[in-house]
């Protein structure tokens, strides 16, 4: 494949015309001439393929350069962001001394806190226990009050029940004294009975016994009256009878 000299493009800058006009002129055959002819277009060919191969080359380099200038604007964009990243994490590390000093800070209050809420609460506890001392005390007295209310309660319950029994007899001796009251009071009856019944026989007694006395000469005849004798003995008999079961009776009530 042979191209001819004007086709050829001078992408290198090289004088063809010159070295041709330099070379000597030299009587040759036209196979001579062909040959050389043909061998300056082999080594223009050759010269052209070296032309091509260097156009990549410059092509690859331009474009390894693009990729270079890539790379370094990606650098530098990393670069710019390891910066900023940078700094970000200056600003965050502020932050997080910022952060920690208020921790700090929070800290200490809250152990202030703690402190204070320590005293607070030892205070109470030593009032709770001093309440729970007089609690105890009071219960204590409490106990021993209600121990010692048991006790006046059981004395009064046995009082009450001594005053009752006490009570009891007391009604009792009264019925009892009642009972012998009537009792007298019966006799006693039946005696003014009986000497209502006498003072009324009186009289007739006495005239019997002042005709007796009257009529003297009549006795050794007559002998006495023994009516009026029987009646006589008979009311001796009673009243002696009456004053004994009287003061047997209340022998016997007041036993």
Known sequence: MSKGLGHVPNRLGLNYGNKASRVKKSPSSPIKMQDKTKDLERRLEEQYNQNEKMQDKTKELQRRLEEQYNQNGKIQDKIKGLERRSEEQYDENEKMQDRMKD???????QNDRNETIQ????????YYNGQIEKLNESVQKL?????????CIAEDIQRQYREREAQNK???VQHAMQKILATIMEQQHKHISDMIEFQTQLPDMIRGELSIQQAPSLEPL????PDVDAKSTQYEQDDAKYSKKTKTKTKATME
């Open 170 to 172: 007391m009604q009792d």
């Open 103 to 109: 921790l700090e800070r929070c800290l200490e209050e």
């Open 222 to 225: 007559l002998g006495k009256d």
């Open 143 to 151: 106990t021993n009050w209600t121990s010692q209310l048991k006790d």
């Open 119 to 126: 005293k607070t609460r030892d205070q109470k506890f030593q």
